[in-house]
């Protein structure tokens, strides 16, 4: 798996000043104005989100021909109505009752079916800030860009909304895997930390016991199928143009959000992204899971607010010798080397293609030529 970053950001920070951008799913009203700075609890917009319609087939609850139906209703095409209330009634008083099941608007009687259809009143919905920060620039009726001294690390994969909570670290080691009973209560609320990988079993219980968050190194791909509930590969659309990972209309119910740091598979976790978010254990924490690979790309991360330090701008590491890199290819995936060299022209590779390489000495003294793609500068 090749990672790209489309900021040119180094995939690890301890610090450095992070931009946010919270943002509501449908137009709203935003709330606060540039310079204001901000708690995560503090609410930045709001919206009306539209629900969808809900079709009751009224024939069938009062036992008539759906042809009487609009003799039976109570309320007529357009009316309001409200949760509980009579939709409609046949024969006498004693006759049986159809009660509607939400508030909103009757938007449709169909004679032939019998089904009356209800669109439900948009319920409020509100955006928190969910860091502490100072909002640096507004989107109007959609939301506002925060900018704070944070540590920052970028996953290879995600899935998931956006999530506040409090770091908990359950693994020793980068190379272990999270097993059911690690969960418990006390990572209520929590974004775990994890080693190499986690089973759909573990993800299971996490949604149980309330976990809002999942840092991992990997995951094998039939158990995060079988933690979605996916009955095979159909529902991975690389192919096709409008390509989206995973479906929008499976991950809508997610509770947590997933993030891999290194990809598909049992895979520990790069020692450095182990180290400092081990370091910043008990600390609150923003996980974005929202992965894309085409236009705009973005890839999931992990943004922890310091409350110490000297706000400065990201750095934009570039490939050169002595830099230190992670290396990307399915061999040596996560492992950390050092340049040594880049090839002034394309190198052949052991797969007979000339590329841009990098000679990379590896932490146990062995080195190792790899196309400029396969590994990607942590400093």
Not at 22 to 41: A, K
Not at 53 to 60: K, M
Not at 176 to 203: F, K, N
Not at 239 to 255: F, Q, V
Request: glycine share 10%; net charge negative; proline share 8%.
């Amino acid at each position: 798996m090749v990672l790209y970053n489309p900021e040119g950001i180094s995939p690890l920070v301890a610090a450095g000043l992070v931009r946010i951008e919270r943002r509501l799913p449908y137009p709203g009203d935003v709330l606060l104005s540039p310079g204001r700075r901000v708690e995560p609890e503090d609410i930045v917009a709001t919206t009306l989100m539209p629900a969808p319609p809900r079709i009751i087939n009224v024939a069938q609850a009062l036992g008539i021909p759906p042809g009487d139906v609009p003799r039976a209703m109570r309320r007529e095409k357009g009316a309001k109505i409200s949760a509980g209330e009579v939709l409609a009634r046949s024969g006498s008083l004693f006759g049986r009752r159809c009660a509607a099941p939400v508030s909103g608007e009757i938007t449709d009687i169909d004679t032939e079916t019998g089904y009356v259809t209800i669109v439900p009143d948009p319920v409020e919905q509100e955006l928190s800030a969910a860091v502490r920060g100072l909002v640096t620039e507004v989107f109007p009726n959609r939301g506002v860009a925060i900018d704070t001294l944070a540590a920052q690390v970028y996953g290879a994969f995600g899935l998931g909304p956006d999530h506040a909570g409090v770091l908990r670290l359950i693994a020793t080691d980068p190379g272990d895997i999270v097993q059911p009973e690690q969960i418990d209560t006390r990572s209520a609320y929590a974004i775990i930390i994890g080693g190499a990988a986690i089973s759909a079993a573990a993800l299971r219980r996490a949604v149980l016991e309330q976990v809002r968050g999942v840092i991992v190194g990997g995951i094998e791909e039939h158990e995060l199928r079988q933690f979605l509930e996916w009955s095979g590969v159909q529902s991975w659309r690389e192919a096709l143009p409008a390509w989206s990972l995973p479906d929008a209309r499976i991950t809508a119910g997610l509770t947590l959000t997933l993030v891999l740091t290194e990809g598909f598979g049992i895979r520990p976790m790069n020692q450095a992204i182990f180290d400092l978010l081990s370091s910043l254990d008990r600390q609150e924490a923003l996980i974005e899971g929202r992965t894309s690979l085409r236009a705009p790309l973005r890839r999931p991360r992990v943004i922890v607010p310091l409350s110490r330090g000297t706000p400065a701008e990201l750095p934009h590491p570039v490939a050169r010798p002595g830099a230190v890199v992670r290396l990307l290819d399915d061999a040596h995936l996560g492992q950390t080397g050092t340049i040594r060299a880049l090839s002034a022209t394309p190198r052949g590779l052991a797969s007979g293609a000339g590329l841009p390489a990098v000679n990379v000495s590896l932490e146990d003294g062995g080195e190792l030529w790899l196309p400029r793609t396969c590994v990607e500068v942590l400093e």
